[in-house]
């Protein structure tokens, strides 16, 4: 894990081994990141993103897997990268359908959500963002 600060904004990423159980060790690895960062998002929100991202990248992605966290004055992100060639789908599927909601669930509960390719045209960040309230004292104006 790499965490750096730089003028309030707070980031940390975790390059992750290529095994589907390192899902529920990263989501409370987010947990405590977010409490310890006092964030004001909804972690349970967020930790089934998480979960959601890495599921996806780990099982049709290709690794390595790097899950990264920034959180700035104005929003929290969360990024998924690994080096799969094929882009996330949403899938078209019946009720009944058992897996394949990842997606759907990731662009309902976060702000914005995307895909970016990466520079060497090998592999994609999947990114979703929250954006944050502004605090008290920061919308408060002199009168």
Known sequence: MQETQDGGSRA?????????????????????????????????????VVGELLANALTYGEPPVRLSLWLGAGALCVRVTDRGAEPPRHLDL???????????????LADDTGVTPLPDGR???????????ARAADTQRPR
């Open 123 to 133: 592999g994609k960040t999947v990114w979703c963002r929250w954006h944050l309230p």
């Open 94 to 108: 019946d009720v009944e359908a058992v897996h394949g909601r990842g997606l759907i669930i990731v662009d309902a």
């Open 12 to 48: 940390v990423c975790w390059d992750l081994t290529d095994d589907l159980s390192m899902v529920g060790k990263t989501r409370a690895m987010v947990r405590e990141t977010l409490t310890a960062w006092a964030a004001p998002v909804a972690a349970d929100d967020v930790v089934l």
